[in-house]
């Protein structure tokens, strides 16, 4: 376990009996009241995850799920009354995205956050907003054509992730032999491929293709076209225990949906260069009949 | 693909206000950290049984805990303190700029005490034997007498443990703060160019650590030289 993981899950275990017996547990709608009460909604984002969200030259916070979640707060601005609401962004990462929203410093964590089982024990989700299915990248120059011939290779895979237990499923069904390595991020995941220490990389292949689109060997580096992991169910993160506070974002997510707005949005950062990538099934699927759902394993 | 240095190039007013965060977050925590110590010091040193053992075991506590793990608790685990202490309603944010300060505060003022005790302590007792003969009061005897000789003695390590307070000050990247190696990091990773950026973080580092360390040593040669 990482040190900060290690951290993560001592701090947890600190923040959960604080926050039960604090006098917030009594309200029906803390997270609501809270907001109105301050007059802001605070937007967790991750800072150099783009196109999902990261911070431009100028400094400004952009990105798909960034977008959405401004779209949120205007629709909480009309159902709560309040036009005057404030927004502020705080930037967060896997290691401290979990308490930065149990502790009450951000109201909706808007990333690439996997909805699983585990994770809404202690937190809760909204309607899934993209539906990242991972991928091998390999270079062309290294014969890896199909899955297959992962055989007895290294591959590099993000630490307690979705794709980790997949990659370990994989290699036990095709007995391939795998030697995993692990990363901390999707930077040092591409950085293990392109400087070799890895023949592949197993990650969400949106992220990929940004670092593909950006690396001198970007000729040589592709897909494995034959395989592809389960979707991970990914969505907006917020406190546990204001329900009404989740029915107005996912109320706002699925306006979103039936206006158009999403489309326009998707269409906007991940049907541009270098993405170029239609929506898939998953998310097809879920324009027309929205869902909370966490990732099925 | 744009080029490294077109990336620094755009990213040059980004990297200086992360430069100018780290170096403000280490001279202000340095000063206050400082001012802090000044009173713990004393009061380790100070005759009353109490006020010393309090003094103790903050110093313990804070040498005894690694920083990184001070930085995180307080970050997470302040806004329910405070929520709980003024009887809020809400959590109390504190924001992670406030809270990176305060923590490189309190976690300095334990260095730094440890080193202005030091410092005082190694005051010869002949050197207070003398100031009493000449019937110097006490608040004299420390002006006059103890303290030029324990501020000249303590300076160049009071000095080199800002520089290293400034090297720490990188943990704040727990923080997903914006100071330099965070702000550097995240153009690496944005940019999928973490080994040029990772290198740019060393080599600014390693300049401003040397050039401040090259100073203190003047400071000491010339401290050593005063002191004959």
Known sequence: ?????????????????ALSASPVAAQSTPTIDKILERGQVTIGHRPSSPPFGYVNDKGEVVGYT??????????????????????????ADPSNRIPLVQNGTIDLECATTGNTVERQKIVAFSYSTIFPDARFAVRRSSGIASVKDLKGRSVAVLQGTVQQRQLTELDRELKLGIKPVL???????????????????????????????????????????????QPENDAIMMAKGDDRFRSLVN???????????????????????????????????QMANPTDDPTTL | MASSWQVLLAALPQLAEGLVFSVTLAAVSAI?????????????????????????????????????????WFYLLMPLLAQRVIGARFPVPIGPVYSAFFTFMIFEAAYYSEIIRAGIQSVA???????????LS????????????????????????TVILFQ?????????LPDFVGVAARLGQREGQLPFFYILIAVVFFAISFALSRAVRQLELRGAAAAY
Not at chain 1, 76 to 85: E, G
Not at chain 1, 213 to 224: E, H, I, N, Q, W
Not at chain 1, 254 to 272: I, P, Q
């Open chain 1, 1 to 17: 376990m990482r040190p900060i993981s290690a951290l993560l899950v001592i701090g947890s275990a600190l923040v959960a009996p």
């Open chain 1, 66 to 91: 960034v977008e959405i979640c401004r779209y949120v707060v205007e629709q909480l601005k009309t159902a709560l009354n309040r036009p005057d609401l404030r927004t502020a962004y705080v930037p």
């Open chain 1, 183 to 229: 990363a901390k991020d999707t930077a040092e995941n591409f950085l293990l491929l392109e400087t070799g220490r890895v023949d592949a990389a197993l990650n969400d292949p949106i992220l990929l293709s940004t670092y593909i689109a950006k690396s001198r060997d970007a000729a040589d580096l592709t897909f494995v076209p034959d395989w592809s992991g």
């Open chain 1, 251 to 285: 109320a706002a997510i699925k306006k979103m949906m039936d206006s158009g707005e999403f489309t326009k949005n998707y269409e906007k950062w991940l049907m541009a260069p270098p993405y170029n990538l239609p929506m898939n099934e998953a998310l097809k699927k």
């Open chain 2, 32 to 72: 206050a950290g400082m001012l802090v110590g000044i009173p713990i010091a004393l009061a380790r040193i100070s005759g009353a049984r109490a006020l010393s053992a309090v003094a103790w075991a903050y110093v313990t506590l804070f040498r005894c805990v690694p920083l990184l793990l001070v930085i995180f």
């Open chain 2, 125 to 135: 007792r002949g050197q207070y034997e003398a100031g009493r003969a000449l019937c």
């Open chain 2, 138 to 161: 006490s608040v004299d005897l420390y002006r006059y007498v103890v303290l030029p000789q324990a501020i000249r003695r303590m300076l160049p390590i009071l000095l080199t443990q």
């Open chain 2, 168 to 176: 720490d000050t990188s943990l704040v990247y727990v923080l997903t």
